[in-house]
């Protein structure tokens, strides 16, 4: 081999020997953050115009908020949840300007507006051709959800941003919704920055109907009782007739502890947890809660999630669930209930 090509391989084999001593490095991330603590408004609002997520409390669970019109920050938050990215966001907004520029809002939409925000129900409606949201966000649809938080932080932070987010619930797809922050850093390991605005107070997730020019499709139960909807509105709320993904919480599974889940059980198993209500009388050498024991759907549901994580805690394989009354917020309770007892293959 001629001198100058040896010298070029030796060259060569000390610049390999050289990398392979250096440790590996990974493409640098976006902006760095700090995300294992608590923040406050202030950062939270710069992080989402970052283009980034962050957790935020509703009264109704905590949500993963990003920009609904950034497709950077909207596959975040599918990517962050392992969610499927057929299943569409809700959009939260801080007011009904920032509805409007969105969404086209017949009055049967002015009606329920009025009535119950901001507060726990999202309107699925006709999206503006010129919205200013990802089609991440709608998964394709024609129609956009949208909700208008009553949590102060939640208005304050949506407002402090200056911008709508979409915010499913801060957790990984198909598991447990959050109540508290600490579930949000549990579930994210650290590694999603959280606004602490308490226990959440209602527990389980906003009712979701499909509003038209004179209908309303009840797509998901929530806190917002159906004969509520109706009362509002003096028009008869319809169940879909079809299996559509339209909204969020209609996957068959979701919700859903580690531990398989038994309903309407009137005993408890060797190796179950004992989920009661009002007087039920489970009973569990592993755990045995109760829901609520004077009855009340209201209680049920603020500790339907809490108390399922608290089962699940115990390392048992399934958790007996007792009975809940199907009127009311009982429709809500046992909705998310039959999801996460569903077929989880």
Known sequence: MPSNLFRLYLRLLNLILDLLAKPCQTAPMREPRDSTHLVKIEQAARILRDGHVVAMPTETVYGLAGDAARDDAVLEIFETKARPRFNPLIVHCADLEMVQRLALFPKLAQKLADQFWPGPLTMVLPKRADAPVSDLVTAGLDTIAIRMPKHHLARELIAAAGFPV??????PSGKLSPTTAQHVLDGFEGRVPVVDGGPAEEGVESTIVAVSDDQLVLLRPGTIARAQLVEATNVPVLDPQDKTIKAPGMLLSHYAPNAAVRLNAVDCH??????????????????????????????????????????????????????????????AINDRLRRAAADRN
């Open 166 to 171: 979409a915010a499913p619930s801060a957790n």
């Open 270 to 331: 060797d190796g179950e947890a004992a989920l009661n209500f009002g007087a039920s009388g489970l009973e569990s050498k592993h755990a045995t809660l109760n829901l609520s024991p004077n009855g009340d759907l209201a209680e049920a549901a603020r500790n339907l999630f809490s108390l399922l994580r608290q089962a699940d805690q115990q390392g048992v394989h399934t958790i007996a669930v007792a009975p809940i009354p199907a009127d009311g917020l009982g429709e």
